[in-house]
Each structure stands twice: as C-alpha cells, then as structure tokens.
C-alpha cells in the first residue's frame, strides 16, 4: 500500500485540522499516482531526436540541391554564393556537435550495456570534427584564403584517431566469427578503397593552386593528404567489419549506423581529395553533402544505443524484482 494512504492523522488528537490535512494527503497521492502513471512528456525521445536527425539530413540534401549552382560573378568567373557556403557550414557543425553531445551522454549513463569508452572516444572524434570545420569554415569564408593547411587539420587528423580507437573497440568487444565469405567482402572493400583512394592520389595537382601555395605548405597538405587517405581506408574495412560482425536484431542497429557512417564520409573525403586536384575549387558540391549525413548518422546510433541500453536495462531490472 502507498504510505500516503496510511499517513493520516488522528482525529482525536487534532480535530481542529483533521479534514484539511488529510484532505490534503489525498490530493498528494493522486498527485503522484497521476505522475506515475502520465509521465511528463520530453522533446528528447529516442524517437524525437532520430526524426530530427532524419530531417536534418533530408533539409541538407535540399539545401545542396536547389542551392549549389554557381553563379556568375561581375568579372565572368562562376562562383557559389557567400550564404550558400555558410550554410552548408552550419548544416556540417550542427551535425557533429549533435552527434558528439550525445555520444557523451552515453559514456555518461550507467545504463549503457556496450564499452562505454568506445562512444567517449567517437563522442571526442565528433566534436573535434565540429572544431575542425569551424577552423576550415572560418579559413574559407572569414579570412578567404584556400584552406589546403589550416588549424582545423589539427582536430581532423584528431577525429580520425579517436574514431579509429573507437570503431575498434567496437569490434573487439564482439567476438567475430565471420564466414569465409564475409571476410571475402571485407577484403574486396578494403582492396577497392584502397584503389580508389590511390587513383585519386594520383591525380595532377591543379596548377592554379600549386603555383600559389609555399613548397613548405604542399609538402605540410601531402603529409595530411596521405593521412586523410590511409585513415579513410582503415575507417572503410572497420566499419565493413563492424557492419557484418554487428549484422541482424534491434540492439545492432545502431552498430550498423555507425557503418552507414563512416561509409558516408569516406565517400565525402574522397570527393574532396579529388576536388583539391581542380583549379580554383569551391566548397559546396552535391557530394560534400554526405559530410552532414554522416554526422547525423553517427548521432542517430547513439540515440538508439541509449534508447536499447535503457529497454534492456528495464528488462532486467524487472526480472530481478521478480
């Protein structure tokens, strides 16, 4: 029985506050009886905040279709409009600031039942993901100098080594017992990134940019360059990994959207190894979308992640008390 029921007072000690009090009891019961049984509604819902990524991501995609053209400038040359970049800027930042509050919240909570250290490490990749295109973004736009070699190289080459730590940490804590064929596709993965990102690599360097940049600064972006390209490689045959390792039921979707994620920015880093070897490159084009989409995807699986730890951790809990 709820102790408010038995917790009224003796009459025949106060008659003169008798009825108030316990009046008031009553009231404070089916106060809480009512709380427990209608909790109070929260705009962060698993639900709320995965439809909110989805449309983030729908809006990106939007905005990088209507949007992207160039427009001729006053001396002739093609160039995209100084709002449209800053919007795609703030479509990219939003993303992985999102994503990297909510990787934290579930190193934070108890409640979650994987390695909580694998989502602190992708939750710092994310943020420093955030810094690093303020830098970039702030370089372009602010300053309006090419960032081939900016500050935000520094929290970039960051973000890959957190991810990488994390991604990794993912995969060992799941034992892998792979087929033969399974190890198949992760082999043909990794062997045709690896030729892509080679291909690319061999790309000419566009001439109005070489002629414009220190011989000390190109060697600076080749070292990055190569970095960018060997992590986006590894990222590629871990997620394939974690992809099929973490394939099948409800509590592996949000394994499967960290894939879908790092999926999506290898694809973006490619695109933008090779529009680094264009002349004259402007940031904006269809493809730099998946940036965004990878983001909300990497917080989307930690939405559900959070959601699934809390559904087991109610199970659980529940069988104890019974």
Known sequence: MNPLVTSTVDCTQLPKYCTAVNVFIQLSYMRASYNNSYPT???????????????????????????S????????TQSRAAWYVIGTNIFEALAYLSAGILCLRNWRSPQIVSDRNVWLAIGIG???YFLGGIFFGYTEIVLKEEPIVSLGDVFFVVTYLFLGVGMILAVASRRLNLEKWQWMIVSAIGAFG????????QQPQGVNVTEQV??????IALVLSTVYIVSDVLLLIIATTLLLAFWGGRASLSWRMIAAAAFSLYIADMWF?????????????????????SGVLFGISAALEYDASKVR???VGGRKRA
Not at 45 to 66: D, E, M
Not at 69 to 76: E, L, S, V
Request: charge should be positive; glycine fraction near 6%.
């Open 41 to 67: 509604k929260s705009l962060f819902k698993t639900r709320n905040i995965v439809l909110a990524s989805i449309a983030w991501g729908v809006l990106a995609l939007l905005y990088f279709l209507l949007f």
């Open 69 to 76: 053209a160039k427009i001729p400038g006053a001396d002739g």
């Open 126 to 128: 994310m943020l420093s």
């Open 194 to 201: 690896s030729a892509l990102a080679w291909l690319i690599s």
């Open 214 to 219: 220190p011989s000390g600064v190109e060697n």
């Open 273 to 293: 190894q090779y529009a680094n070897r264009i002349p004259n490159y402007q940031s904006g084009e269809i493809l730099e979308v998946f940036w965004v989409i």
């Open 313 to 315: 951790s109610r199970r």
